[in-house]
């Protein structure tokens, strides 16, 4: 008989629902019920797409007899972190303080008040490696509960204490300069793998927006330094089993140093952020390869990751059934053996793909399965033919059993997709890819949005849920829609990112500037989250701070760009210090250094010229530039939809740009060229 999860939108909370586990989704109700009866919580945390989640499930949750004991000592609530980010992160900072280390799934008993006094993550069926079964958890946990609860309600009430005094206070820390990002390249410079690119050891994840910061400071220094140390890493990546090679798009991230065995699963948030790096770095080198993977990637998440409602789901699983088998097994669907090869593409082609992708006999994964790779030693291909290859194996692999996907449409992760699909189809000519951006972002704002532009954070098949949006919600979507309105010249984007940015410096902005997680009038939690480390994506805290300097910089308020000030002193004080954790923080750094410079493009947009000059102010590689397209706006505030477009005109009747930063204009140009080098364009 289903449980309580069966009314709920999250595809993870929807796979428990057939569980013996009387699960509560987290609700009022929920801890009423512990009161009532004087249990504890057990609180559950995972998503859709989480291995050890479902290895979890699988051993304990569809267990009979644990299930009943879990029933009948504990109030049960399963919590889907992708939809619930605010109460994954206050209880992971439990966690990771009483544990020294955190993941997922994320096991925690709380009081009925819901203050924690016991953690874990992922308990085995019966005790190994050291660690208790998850049976000896439940009853320790109980007997706990039943003999000692005064020590345990002391223990709760002294961790939210020391939580509560974790409160940041970056807001007046002061400007990030140029000295500050120059030692964040320095303290990334030590931690650098030079000879297998990225950064730290094993498990390896693709730092993609610490790429983006490289990026930037050399647009701004010409730091060979820091160029060299993104593109190595970037073609690390393309040639490493982390890649995709037939289908496109990353894996979660890598097991090992060198990139060749990833944890399969795929998600949007990943994807989009490398896509949109592959693409600045095309724009700065002209790479072939660069070109190559951020088009495939947009592929990948258009092909693989788009809903019916024009929105983009959350991931695909790591698992999926081995025909062999029967059983789900992680890699099942993307690894092959050169006998595998040879079937679909006969003799000859499949010895050739073999030593192509470095497919071995022994194996590169398990079972003697290999994970394609594209070895830097391996054979010399004509494209055609490399081409004819993976488009049969792309179409092998597809009757295989797919991974699962998760559908839910995560307000954050689409802006991220809207951004980069936006770019990569301006600067690869291919409209489509605009298209695509233009309806997930359509709807964001028809089933996210409500009236008063509050942001839902998640919808499945066209349905909102029941969740507000957090901060990374609006500074991401507000960033997405800024990007929008650059490529396509249609200001009701950066209407739309106005109303989301000014809602965070309303109800997200302590009076020091920092920034908070949840609203002011969010559900209150044990503690109001705040972490404005960059992680697996921006946090809400430096997305936020980058949408409110673009958007300052496109409408000259004063107001927005000290907030986004004032956000920034965080990038003072941990750039330096941490800069692998605060690589979206440093890229926005980069852009208030530089200015960020402010681009018109004044022109019909029919005109082939205003297209030209357009094109280009988009190519530019000056960190964090925006850029407004379209009719002279008039001093009235009629005509233009942009307000950098006020008051400009045309030079001799033929579109003009005008390249500003800091309250000091450039000559105003009619040439691509001109612009160009206005702008660091490397190949307009």
């Not at 308990?123 to 005064?150: K, N």
């Not at 983006?212 to 400071?217: A, K, P, Q, V, Y």
Request: proline fraction near 6%; include cysteine.
């Amino acid at each position: 008989m289903p449980n309580r999860l069966v009314n709920e939108t999250s595809p993870y909370l929807l796979q428990h629902v057939d569980n013996p586990v009387d699960w509560w989704p987290w609700s009022p109700e929920a801890f009423a019920e512990a009161r009532e009866r004087e249990v504890p919580v057990l609180l559950s945390v995972g998503y859709s797409s989480c291995h050890w989640c479902h290895v979890f499930s699988s051993e304990s949750f569809e267990d009979e007899l644990t299930a009943a004991y879990m029933n009948e000592h504990f109030v049960n609530v399963k919590v889907d972190r992708e939809e619930r980010p605010d109460i994954d992160a206050v209880y992971m900072e439990a966690v990771q303080a009483a544990t020294g280390q955190g993941g997922w799934p994320m096991t925690v008993f709380l009081t009925p008040d819901a203050e924690p006094f016991y953690f874990g993550t992922y308990f085995p069926p019966e005790p190994r490696h050291g660690m208790p079964s998850f049976m000896q958890v439940l009853e320790g946990v109980r007997t706990a509960w039943a003999g000692r609860r005064e020590e345990v309600a002391e223990v709760a009430q002294r961790i939210v204490r020391d939580l509560a005094g974790r409160q940041l206070d970056y807001g007046k820390a002061g400007l990030p300069g140029a000295e500050e990002l120059g030692r964040a390249l320095l303290g990334l410079t030590r931690e650098y793998d030079a000879a297998r690119g990225g950064f730290g050891g094993a498990p390896k994840f693709p730092p993609s927006m610490v790429l983006e910061f490289l990026l930037r400071h050399h647009a701004r220094t010409g730091s060979e330094g820091a160029l060299q140390m993104a593109a190595d890493t970037c073609e690390a990546m393309a040639r490493g089993g982390i890649y995709d090679q037939i289908g496109g798009g990353f894996a979660r991230y890598s097991v090992d140093r060198e990139w060749v065995v990833p944890h399969f699963e795929k998600m949007l948030y990943d994807n989009a952020l490398l896509c949109r790096v592959y693409a600045h770095l095309w724009r700065a080198t002209g790479s072939d390869l660069a070109r190559r993977v951020a088009l495939e990637t947009a592929d990948f998440m258009v092909r693989e990751l788009r809903t019916e409602q024009g929105g983009f789901a959350s991931a695909l699983d790591a698992d999926s059934e081995d025909p062999s088998s029967g059983r789900h097994v992680e890699g099942a669907y993307y690894a092959w053996t050169p006998a595998q090869l040879a079937e679909v593409l006969g003799e000859e082609d499949g010895a050739l793909a073999a030593a192509y992708f470095g497919v071995t006999e022994e194996g590169t994964f398990e079972h003697g399965t290999s994970v394609l790779q594209l070895p830097q030693d391996g054979p010399v291909v004509e494209a055609g033919k490399v081409a004819s290859i993976r488009e049969r194996l792309l179409a092998a692999r597809g009757r295989r059993p797919a991974p699962g996907r998760d559908d839910k449409v995560v307000a954050a992760w689409n802006g991220l997709a809207v951004a980069a699909l936006a770019e990569c189809g301006a600067f690869f000519e291919r409209p489509d890819l605009v298209e695509r951006a233009i309806e997930a972002a359509d709807l964001l704002v028809r089933v996210h949005m409500d009236g008063m532009a509050r942001l839902a954070r998640t919808s499945k098949d066209g349905r909102v849920g029941a969740n507000a949006g957090v901060l990374e919600d609006y500074g991401d979507v507000a960033e997405g829609f800024l990007a929008l309105a650059a490529v396509t010249g249609e200001g009701v984007w950066l209407e739309f990112a106005g109303f989301l940015v000014d809602l965070v410096m309303a109800r997200f902005t302590a009076e020091d500037g920092s920034l908070y997680d949840t609203a002011h009038d969010a559900e209150q939690l044990i503690r109001r989250p705040q972490d404005p480390t960059d992680t697996a994506a921006p946090s809400g805290w430096t997305a936020a701070a980058g949408a409110l300097l673009s958007y300052a910089a496109h409408t000259g308020s004063a107001p927005h760009r000290e907030a986004a000030e004032r956000a920034l002193g965080v990038v003072h004080a941990l750039g330096p210090r941490a800069p692998r954790f605060i690589g979206h923080g440093l890229a926005v750094a980069e852009a208030l250094v530089d200015g960020p410079r402010e681009v018109a493009v004044v022109g019909h947009p029919e005109d082939p010229a205003t297209a030209a000059l357009h094109r280009t102010a988009l190519l530019g590689t000056a960190p964090g530039a925006v850029v407004a397209v379209g009719l002279p706006r008039e001093a009235d505030g009629s005509g233009g939809e942009f307000p950098l477009l006020a008051e400009r005109t045309l030079v001799r009747d033929l579109p003009t740009a005008y390249v500003c930063r800091h309250f000091v204009c450039a000559r105003p140009t009619t040439e691509p060229v001109s612009l160009a080098e206005q702008l660091g364009v490397v190949h307009p």
